[in-house]
């Protein structure tokens, strides 16, 4: 590997190589995910209500606070450098930790979907066998890393390509086929259109899919991890923050809407997957060969959405080591700039807890409460981002914001109380037990905060165990 240090890494980091359509496309590809589609189209006509809830409280929210933190303070870190302006170094070295810790537990969710849908594209029997699965999984997951390892240029190129191929494609493919069902006189399944039609049930047994519909979206801020690598920061990162919600937002709802007319909703509850609902889709069609075309789209698109993860807060990380509040091998790069060591040992833990989901059937329970984490770890990133947006308004009011929430200080209490609101309740609701879990609700509970706890605490003992020593070099990666 190349030279190490900070010094290689704020070298390269002068380099801009991001514009408008890089930034917009790094959001698209965290947030815009087919593996939601069928689960949401579940709920018929509500899953508009669904996603304007999700749009209202999250959605629109982190995106107004996103552009206004970005271009206020876009000198490298992303979440890390934002909450930091406000609440100092334990509250942005907390806020970034949540988000790269939760990543943990969340790659081998991804990895899975990935390694199922590719294979469709073979033969779907591929999906239960353990060792197709894993070594798909580590294919995907280590060959990611190794893109993330020749540096920004490489992996926003295969970002952009691969989030239209297999993101965006795929996704108006399945709008495209269900204006055409509709434009065929084919049965629809769902029941006629209403306004009431729309309207969510909202009931103790809905209210835990709260959590999921308020993270449907989480990723937003995924572009500010690379201000420092963006031409025009002030001016791009706003206009990225629209155009991606827009695309996001189109290809979502209208997707899903697409699958939720053609599919009746109990062929979507016994589907164990995406690709199921697309297959399907297509058979209904008449088109069954776009089937494995199709898996393989999505595989990609599986892919990038973890490339976009999986690169983000390793970056942080490298940013706050180079500050010299972690160890120094968390500050190593490579000669283009690439955080290689937090690289290796994500890459390292990841796949350890792949090979128990894979493998130890006996763990799904644990697992559920790991899954349980990351939802809890997630809010407290973003209730720490949207207080930051509303902290720095009186804390530094002078400092230039090329773009501003609009409406002053109410505007921005309005916004940020939003999203506080809508990521809190997310939290709460995030700690309820899911029906077939077996235990008794308070372990539960306790399990899933003391593992929180946990996944969120080592920021307040790596700045306890601070040395001065740390703001040196790494040695050679």
């Not at 940020?416 to 509970?445: D, E, H, K, R």
Request: net charge neutral.
């Amino acid at each position: 590997m190349g030279e190490a240090g900070s010094g290689t890494a704020g070298s390269l980091s002068n380099k801009k190589v991001l514009g408008l359509f890089a930034l917009a496309m790094i959001n698209v590809a965290a947030v815009l995910s087919i593996r939601n589609f069928p689960s949401m189209a579940v709920y018929g006509w509500s899953c508009i209500g669904w996603y304007v809830i999700g749009a209202i409280f999250f959605l629109i929210p982190i995106s107004l606070a996103g552009a206004e933190l970005a271009t206020g303070w876009p000198e490298g870190g992303g979440v890390y450098a934002w909450v930091k302006q406000a609440f100092g170094e334990k509250g942005g070295f907390t806020a970034l930790f949540c988000e790269w810790s939760n990543n943990l537990v969340w790659f081998p969710t991804v990895l899975s979907f990935i390694a199922s849908t590719f294979a469709f594209a073979l033969t779907p029997s591929l999906a239960s066998s353990g060792i197709f699965m894993f070594t798909v999984m580590m294919v995907a997951f280590w060959g990611t890393t190794a893109i993330a390892y020749f540096g920004e240029e490489v992996s926003t190129k295969f970002g952009n390509i691969g989030v239209i191929i297999g993101s965006i494609i795929p996704s108006l493919l399945i709008i495209v086929l269900g204006v055409w069902w509709l434009g065929s006189g084919a049965a629809i399944v769902l029941p006629p259109f209403s306004i009431g039609a729309m309207v969510p049930t909202i009931s103790l047994a809905t209210l835990p899919f709260f959590a999921t519909v308020i993270l449907l979206f989480a990723g937003m801020e995924m572009a500010g991890f690379h201000a420092l690598e963006t031409k025009n920061p002030q001016t791009d990162f706003p206009k990225a923050m629209g155009i991606s919600a827009i695309i996001i937002v189109v290809c979502t709802v209208l997707a899903t809407l697409a699958i939720a007319i053609v599919i009746p909703a109990d062929q979507l509850n016994l589907a164990s997957g995406v690709m199921q609902a697309i297959q399907y889709f297509f058979t209904a069609a008449h088109i069954p060969w776009m089937v494995a075309p199709m898996a393989l789209l999505i595989t990609l698109g599986g892919v990038v959405s973890l490339a976009a993860w999986l690169i983000g807060p390793a970056k942080g990380l490298g940013v706050v080591a180079e500050e010299g509040n972690m160890p120094p091998i968390f500050d190593r790069t490579n000669k283009y700039g690439a955080p290689v060591a937090v690289l290796v040992i994500q890459a390292l833990i990841g796949s350890a807890i792949s090979l128990l989901y894979v493998f130890l059937p006996s763990v799904n329970q644990a697992y559920w409460i790991l899954s349980a984490m990351t939802v809890e770890l997630l809010c407290i990133v973003y209730v720490l981002i949207f207080a930051a947006v509303i902290k720095l308004r009186y804390s530094q009011p002078d400092t230039p914001r090329p773009f501003r929430i609009p409406g002053g200080m109410p505007g921005v209490w309005f916004v940020g109380g939003l999203g506080i609101l809508g990521t809190t309740f997310a939290f709460i609701v995030g700690l309820m037990p899911p029906t077939y879990f077996q235990t008794s609700g308070m372990a539960y509970v306790g399990s899933v905060l003391l593992g929180t706890f946990l996944l969120a605490v080592p920021p307040l003992v790596f700045l306890h165990l601070k040395n001065p020593a740390w703001l040196k070099k790494g040695g050679a990666s």
